[in-house]
Nanobody, 117 residues
Framework: QVQLVESGGGLVQAGGSLNLSCSAS????????MRWYRQAPGKERELVAG???????HYAASVEGRFTASRDNTKNMAHLQMDSLKHEDTAVYFC???????????WGQGTQVIVSS
């Protein structure tokens, strides 16, 4: 079973940037979706971005144009480049590997992002 480890979170001022990484312990080339979710205090977990295996990434409306999601199947990595960060982007960010056909639905432990206003 693949395991995921996120990194790259931290404290940044509004308008700044962070690059989150998700390292997988096994081959992700055949996993349909590598997704990024976030959960802010007192709120439900929400989908931020997803990178399908055979299509371009998709984004939540709240981050469209500011975040860029990617995956590198050769390195078993996923990335989330976050630019023009806002205070409301403050949350714990989670990496998720999801594949309906193989039954894979794996989460990382999360990485904290704090954006100071």
């Amino acid at each position: 079973q693949v395991q995921l480890v996120e990194s790259g979170g931290g404290l940044v001022q509004a308008g700044g940037s962070l690059n989150l990484s998700c390292s997988a312990s096994a081959n992700i080339a055949n996993i349909n979706f590598m997704r990024w979710y976030r959960q802010a205090p007192g709120k439900e977990r929400e989908l931020v971005a997803g990178v399908p295996r055979l299509a371009g990434p998709h984004y939540a409306a709240s981050v469209e144009g500011r975040f860029t999601a990617s995956r590198d199947n050769t390195k078993n990595m996923a990335h989330l480049q976050m630019d023009s960060l806002k205070h409301e982007d403050t949350a714990v960010y989670f990496c998720n590997a999801y594949d309906y056909w193989s039954g894979i639905d794996v989460w990382g432990q999360g990485t904290q992002v704090i954006v100071s206003s």
